[in-house]
């Protein structure tokens, strides 16, 4: 009989592939959800084996990343930084905005002036309603993680089951 040790160094490749997997996993869910602007949250995710004798890793992410699944935000402390709402519009580009602000529709000034109006208006916008609800498109974090805790549970059952049958075969083969 296969002792206990062994099984585990049997299981190892497994938790490796289980957390690309879901590290891929999440990554689509972002995808899907629409909740890619920049890609820094989904280049963030890395996985780490804290423990290979105990088949444990953990998987790494921003902070913000749960913010996504947040049906409102309340910016209690103040609005976001200018800075931070110039990189976004300079990210998402002034020609997505309906208008900028100080100017009538139409009207253009130069990009630098566009883009810091446009995020001035933004930054006055929070002040003004510091509460932000969005549309719910439901969550990518708790439904990404049932499914993967799921197929790893699958998918370790089925290693473990396919060893289990091995060792058992093997230990008929011996008594024979």
Known sequence: MADPQTII????????EILQDAIRDFKSALEAKGLVLTGKLRDSFTYHIISEANLEGTIDFEDYGRLKDLKSIYYENGPPAVEVM???VNLIGVDKFAY?????????PTV????????????????????????????????SKVKTVSKATKKIGTRYAQMVTQIVADDLEKTE
């Open 9 to 16: 160094q049997e299981l190892q490749p497994s938790l490796e």
């Open 86 to 88: 110039q990189d976004y």
């Open 100 to 108: 900028v602000p100080g100017y009538k529709k139409g009207k253009m």
């Open 112 to 143: 630098n002036r566009a883009v810091s109006r446009i995020a001035w208006g933004l930054v006055f916008n929070r002040i003004k309603e510091p509460s932000v609800k969005r549309k719910f498109k439901g969550t990518w974090y708790n439904m």
